[in-house]
């Protein structure tokens, strides 16, 4: 929607990133807890479009082990749903939620070879379709993730 004008509200959005489509938030602007984001977006033709969405991001409270360095487990949770992420957060691994009851989300498949060809990022996300998992770059490696244990 190349003429779409947004305007969000929520914490961490300001003069510089409440029109632009994708704002990039800190999550350091965020409290722990729900936060509240909301979209106005509206367009002229041909799709006429003047809508509100809502969206309640979870921050939980990070953590760390009682030992220097850098923390072993982060838990974020996004839902459509109207409630809170208790379920994540006795979880002693990290998690990432994503739930909606009417709403989608695509990763990207690639095959092996294509992964290993790739200039990754820390923290990227890819879904191997030759080893048929999610892995994720650790800085230096790719690795399926694998549930290893449950609280």
Request: with cysteine.
């Amino acid at each position: 929607m190349n003429n779409a004008v947004y305007d969000w509200t929520g914490p961490g959005i300001n003069a510089t990133n409440k029109t632009q489509r994708n704002p990039a938030i800190n999550v350091t602007d965020m409290s722990n807890g729900d936060n509240q984001y909301s979209v106005h977006v509206t367009t002229q033709a041909p799709c006429f479009i003047d809508k509100t969405v809502s969206v309640t991001v979870t921050k939980i409270a990070e953590t760390k082990l009682p030992i220097s360095g850098t923390p072993k487990a982060y838990l974020v949770a996004v839902s459509t749903q109207n409630q809170t992420a208790n379920a994540i957060t006795n979880s002693k691994n990290g998690a990432l939620v994503l739930e909606s009851k009417t709403k989608g989300f695509v990763i990207t498949r690639q095959t092996t070879t294509q992964i290993n060809a790739l200039n990754p990022s820390e923290g990227m996300l890819v879904f191997d379709t030759d080893e048929n998992c999610l892995k994720l770059y650790n800085g230096t490696t790719w690795n399926c993730i694998k549930q290893v244990c449950v609280p």
